[in-house]
């Protein structure tokens, strides 16, 4: 019996790659379009209201309007003031999605982690155990090997005494 380390070494292989994509998955979650700023498409850490209800980053809107721009970059509509309302719900949601994440990656990421571990370890054993049965085959091929040449000696020497004549 010959083991399949090579087969065993793909199936290992497959087994890591399919974790490590888990994990790439895991750390890159889907974040909410509410989220993103709709000038920049970076996520808002300071989200602030427009006099026409709609919601950017601090720093994208500021920078439209020091551009000369006083018009809704979503709805190109005059804005009739150029105040900006901090958006305290909107910002707590966003910082508190991204904490869940950090921690729901945390614990995949562990997860993984210990699958990865416990399929070298797995790998380790089984080919231990090959090594063992390989070893277990060549002893018992020379143990076959020298009874059949203690049989064949025996055989010879048999031949070679006299017949008993009883």
């Known amino acids: 019996m010959r083991c399949a380390t ?4 793909s199936v290992f292989e ?7 994509a888990e994990r790439q998955a895991s750390e890159t979650a889907r974040v909410p379009t509410s989220f993103r700023c709709p000038i920049s498409y970076d996520i808002m850490k300071d989200p602030v209201e427009t006099h026409d209800g709609q919601v950017y980053e601090r720093a994208a809107i500021v920078s439209w309007f020091q551009r000369g721009q006083f018009t809704s970059p979503l ?4 804005l009739m003031s150029l105040d900006l309302r901090p ?4 910002r707590r949601a966003i910082e508190e999605f991204f904490t869940s994440q950090e921690d729901a990656v945390a614990g995949r990421r562990a997860l993984v982690d210990k699958a990865e571990a416990a399929l070298r ?11 063992r049965a390989e070893a277990a085959e060549q002893a018992t091929r020379e143990a076959q090997e020298v009874a059949a040449s203690l049989q064949a000696s025996l055989q010879e020497e048999l031949q070679r005494q006299p017949a ?3």
């Open 6 to 9: 090579q087969t065993l070494t």
């Open 14 to 20: 497959e087994a890591v790659m399919a974790l490590q």
């Open 75 to 78: 709805t190109g509509q005059r």
């Open 87 to 90: 958006v305290a719900p909107l």
């Open 121 to 131: 370890e797995a790998e380790a054993l089984v080919l231990r155990e090959c090594s």
């Open 164 to 166: 008993d004549d009883g």
